[in-house]
Structures are given as C-alpha cells and as structure tokens.
C-alpha cells in the first residue's frame, strides 16, 4: 500500500499559476493527476512513470501544464500555468505498483489522494 498527501491547491486568478505537489509514502511504478469538475467525471491532467519517467499529458490541459518528480522525496509535482475558470476542480493524485500500459485510465490506478481544490477565479 501507499499512502498519498496532495498539497498545494488554492485560489488563484485566471491566467494565474499553481503547483500542486502529491507526497508518496513508498516509491511507486507511476504517478499521476487527474481532476474532477463539479457535475463532470473525473479526467486524466498527466502521469509519469517513475523508473523511465515517461510523461503523458491529457489533452484538457496539455501545453499548459508540466508534471515532474523528485526521486528522493517520492514526490511527483504538477505545474499548471495559463489557468482558466475551466481549471476549477478537485485535483487527485493517483498511483500505481504495477506497470500500466494505459497508464491515462483511472480505473488503472488503485491508490488515490483526497484531493485538493483548485478555484480559478475569472
């Protein structure tokens, strides 16, 4: 098992910058980011994959977003530039132990985050 701890979610105008950051508890195969709007589902934002850190974006906000990690503190951070009233969301953290070869699904991932929100005011 793995315990996840997001951090870094707030409120932050539009066109405004945010870093969220997702604390493991033990190293894990992958890592990612999904989010979840009031009344939508939840969407894949971007993972990596921890050993070759392979990094996959979802297209909502790709260009405007930069996963990355760092090894020894078993953290993974997410970089969300340009946001839009769009943005607002729960943002979780998702990880995975076994290798996923669609690692953008989030019935792949079974250890989650409670997540944290992130308000773009327009």
């Known amino acids: 098992q793995v315990q996840l701890v997001e951090s870094g979610g707030g409120l932050v105008q539009a066109v405004g910058s945010l870093r969220l950051s997702c604390v493991a508890s033990?190293?894990?195969?992958?890592m990612a980011w999904f989010r979840q709007a009031p009344g939508k589902e939840r969407e894949f934002v971007a993972c990596i994959r921890w050993r070759e850190s392979t990094i996959y974006y979802g297209d909502s906000m790709k260009g405007r977003v930069t996963i990355s990690k760092n090894d020894a503190q078993n953290t993974v951070y997410l970089q969300m530039n340009s946001l839009k009233s769009e943005d607002t969301a729960v943002y979780y953290c998702?990880?995975?132990?076994?290798?996923?070869?669609?690692?953008?699904?989030?019935?792949?991932?079974?250890?989650w985050g409670q997540g944290t929100q992130v308000t773009v005011s327009s």
């Open positions: 033990r190293p894990t195969n992958t």
């Open positions: 998702a990880a995975a132990f076994a290798y996923l070869r669609v690692p953008t699904g989030e019935n792949e991932y079974r250890y």
